[in-house]
């Protein structure tokens, strides 16, 4: 009873600890600029204001950039699902010439870092005349050697029989992977999206660089635009726009958290 | 499994390679210099990248342009200050500069071989000419400074007083007394705040070594000279500040840090820009105004302080240069920067145009055009930043372990002339 009473004790320790700076961030979009400076800084808002969150829908034009990152992520987790997956189930499950070549492939680009391929990455978008067009964002991302990795070796251990027997039954290629593969990958599906969501949801470096216009700015690229200049800093603005941005991503954990831990397991014990 | 390693590896160096060199034949070929003096610009749709908020608030000015000139077209773009040198290199990498760009000062380094060289005839004379440094690269201009920013003294009248100082302090030797005085008679805990950080480091330090007549690179932009005497005699005394205790070689470099140990009276002196008095008497509140006040840098031989703002630039791969040039002369009017500066707060880069009563009638902002008047920039060459580092690494020797300046700047100079000048 004394014990487990001291490790609930610590697990509540552990969850005020992580959870203080987001309810400190929450609290602070509610202030001011000179509420958030002021020494000593006060917890709760002396003044709560909404005019952070005022500011970023009626004067920053919020919407377009909540647009474009959302078309971004959503086609690029819906990429990554469907062809780390494919890639996955060849690479697992069928014998042909190349397949080890292949595969050793997407292990050394697993391998090389992205600031390597960073600036040729762009160069082959800008020269293809991609630049500032959605194709731009989410083209070099649609599918990844993580991805194909996680995938391969979750398949592998599906029982061959399985499939041979779908295949006595007369099932096509494809049916057999729409059908028997895909139902049975669920958890590392989920893992592999949320991880593709966090990814492009918070990519800044990428979109800032292929969008030439400011209605291709993804969130996290207004964020920056907005809040931080040059010397000085807009707290109010930085704290309601980072609340605005980690939102929908704190609603996709708390619905997949389940299937997220499940995959990482699974995954990482084989 | 060896054998297909081996291939997939080498197959994959391949693929880099590839793309390596795809990489060098984007840079863009230096496009004919269109931009003989006196050659009508054909109107055209021009794009602009300018930097953070400014690039929302542009669009006010750019209206007027196209009216007074029928035909043109400006396209604004904002570019966030994050990451924005990332952004125009890959750009240059990638052949997809716009026409025209606000460029920080800071940012400068390394890039300025895609901007086109000014008009033949421009009178670069107009601007204050600390800035226009930024712009210089041994004797080619390639660029102008639009806005400009500097750093001058804040400091606390109340404690000055208590410190035996009834004005601001006019010599280095009156710097370290009032500072001092305000530790010793008026409770302050440090004198007078450095910032540094290694961003900062250099933008506070360099001022010194300036003031003590000292210069980084030779006239003619070839060599570094940064153990030249008159340097390290300048950062001798920036060191002293440290080892006598006025400054903190450490301050709390967190967000309002400085503004509320100054608000407190911990602090007596900061050094800070223009933006610095809306942060204090946001930080102070009621009545904090009339407890400081801003003062030009002391002189030693000179008053010099760091030279920042933005330059506008026309890349070499715009297709309009003369109607990009002509847009920037004028954005260079004195009556456009003084709308400019009425729009956005940010300071005119033109001399003539602080002779506006927009600028002339407020006490505050006169100290600001009066150390204008003296400011200095590091040389925008394409091995600066390199450079940068080694001596931002060698001054923090300097601050923080005592380092004596001399052997310092001697390694930094021997570092240096192994990086060269790039030119």
């Not at chain 1, 779908?166 to 139902?183: K, M, Q, S, T, Y």
């Not at chain 2, 630039?313 to 400019?340: D, R, T």
């Not at chain 2, 931002?392 to 310092?408: L, S």
Request: aromatic share 10%; charged share 15%.
């Amino acid at each position: 009873m004394t014990r487990r009473s001291i490790v609930y004790l610590g697990l509540v320790v552990a969850v005020v600890a992580t959870l203080l700076p987001f309810i400190w961030m929450l609290l602070g979009s509610f202030k001011t600029q000179g509420e958030i400076l002021r020494n000593p800084s006060g917890f709760w808002p002396q003044a709560p204001t909404a005019g952070n969150y005022a500011t970023w829908f009626t004067e920053l034009h919020l919407g377009q950039f909540f647009l474009n990152s959302v078309v971004v992520a959503a086609v690029t987790v819906v990429g990554n699902l469907l062809f780390c997956s494919m890639v996955g189930y060849a690479l697992a499950k069928f014998e042909f010439r190349g397949k080890r070549f292949i595969f050793t492939l997407v292990m050394i680009t697993l391998m090389v870092p992205g600031v390597v391929t960073f600036v040729p990455l762009f160069v082959l978008v800008a020269k293809l005349g991609l630049t500032n067009t959605y194709t731009a964002l989410i083209l070099p991302f649609l599918t990844s050697p993580l991805g194909v990795f996680m995938m391969r070796q979750f398949i592998a251990d599906i029982p061959d029989a399985l499939l041979e027997a779908a295949r006595i039954d007369g099932a096509g290629e494809l049916r057999i992977f729409a059908r028997i593969v895909l139902p049975l990958c669920g958890p590392p599906l989920a893992t592999l999206g949320i991880l593709t969501f966090l990814g492009s949801w918070n990519n800044f470096l990428w979109p800032l660089v292929a969008a030439q216009t400011q209605d291709m700015y993804t969130l996290p690229v207004a964020l920056s635009l907005y809040s931080t200049g040059q010397i000085a800093t807009q707290y109010g603005l930085l704290l309601a726009g980072s609340v605005l941005v980690i939102a929908p991503i704190v609603l996709v954990f708390v619905f997949l958290q389940r299937y997220f831990t499940q995959g990482i397991a699974t995954v990482g014990v084989r | 499994m060896r054998n297909p390693t081996l291939k997939a590896a080498s197959a994959a160096l391949l693929a880099l390679a590839a793309l390596a060199a795809c990489g060098r034949d984007a840079t863009p070929e230096a496009a004919p210099a269109q931009n003989a003096p006196g050659q009508s610009a054909a109107p055209a749709t021009l794009l602009v990248w300018a930097m953070g908020t400014d690039g929302d608030n542009l669009p006010k000015l750019t209206s007027k342009f196209e009216a007074e000139n029928p035909g043109y077209k400006v396209e604004v773009t904002s570019i966030p200050w994050q990451d924005a040198a990332a952004k125009f290199r890959t750009a240059q990498a990638g052949g997809v500069t716009p026409d025209i760009a606000q460029v920080g000062t800071t940012l400068m380094g390394g890039i300025t071989d895609a901007f086109q060289e000014v008009p033949a005839g421009t009178d670069t004379s107009v601007y204050f000419q600390g800035p226009l440094k930024s712009a210089q690269v041994g004797a080619q201009t390639v660029g102008v400074p639009w806005v400009v920013d500097t750093r001058v003294l804040y400091y606390r009248t109340d404690l000055a007083k208590k410190a035996g100082f009834d004005g601001p302090p006019k010599t280095w030797d009156e710097l370290k007394a009032m500072a001092k005085g305000m530790q010793e008679k008026a409770g302050a805990k440090w004198g007078i705040r450095m910032s540094t950080t290694p961003d900062q480091e250099l933008q506070n330090s360099l001022a010194f070594p300036w003031s003590n007549g000292g210069q980084i690179v030779s006239a003619d932009g070839a060599k570094w000279t940064l153990n030249d005497p008159a340097v390290v005699d300048g950062v001798k005394f920036y060191q002293s500040l440290f080892t006598e205790k006025i400054a903190d070689p450490a301050p709390d470099s967190g967000a309002g840090a400085a503004e509320s140990a100054f608000v407190s009276g911990d602090l007596g002196i900061l050094v800070a820009g223009p933006g610095e008095s809306t942060a204090l008497d946001e930080a102070g509140g009621d009545g904090f105004k009339d407890k400081y006040a801003l003062a030009t840098f002391p002189v030693q031989k000179s008053g010099t302080s760091f030279a920042g703002g933005s330059d506008l630039v026309v890349f070499k791969a715009s297709k309009n240069g003369p109607a990009a040039w002509k847009f920037v002369e004028w954005l260079s009017k004195p009556e456009v920067q003084v709308e400019w500066y009425k729009i956005s707060g940010a300071l005119p880069a033109v001399q003539s145009a602080w002779q506006d009563p927009a600028l002339s009638g407020d006490p505050r902002l006169g100290v600001f055009g009066e150390q204008l008047k003296d400011t200095n920039s590091p040389p925008p060459n394409a091995t600066w930043l390199q450079v940068a580092d080694v001596l931002g690494q060698q001054m923090e020797q300097v601050v923080k372990n005592g380092k004596d300046p001399a052997a310092a700047l001697g390694e930094a100079q021997a570092a240096a002339d192994s990086i060269g000048t790039g030119s």
